[in-house]
């Protein structure tokens, strides 16, 4: 059983930066493609990036694009979210996902999930 754990989140000023992190338990992490979504109160989750299971690429969201690049640090099997030039609207829950396809960019097409890290960005 993938098990997958975040940190990283919290309370930031608008053009501000946050890292977040996601460890990954069960399997390594180049078995999954692997996935940030969000999701802000009283929206759909909505993805944000993810890299593919090759870790060849990484792919965003147009909104977050420039902005958030994803990497991968296969030694301590953690997957990053680097999110700069913070905006209040990226202001949501953020989720990690996994899943055993090559890559993920719908929650229809995730497998696993993380338990959520509040990102809070005040104007």
């Known amino acids: 059983q993938v098990q997958l754990v975040e940190s990283g989140g919290g309370l930031v000023q608008a053009g501000g930066s946050l890292r977040l992190s996601c460890v990954v338990s069960g399997r390594t992490v180049s078995a999954l493609s692997m996935g940030w979504f969000r999701q802000a109160p009283g929206k759909e989750r909505d993805f944000v990036g993810g890299?593919?299971?090759?870790?060849?690429?990484?792919y965003y969201a147009d909104s977050v694009k420039g902005r958030f690049i994803i990497s991968i640090d296969y030694a301590k099997n953690t997957v990053h979210l680097q999110m700069n030039s913070l905006k209040p609207e990226d202001t949501a829950v953020y989720y990690c996902a996994a899943a055993w396809g090559l890559r993920v960019q719908s929650p229809r097409e995730v497998d696993y999930w993380g338990q959520g890290t509040q990102v809070t960005v005040s104007s």
């Open positions: 890299i593919w299971r090759s870790g060849a690429a990484t």
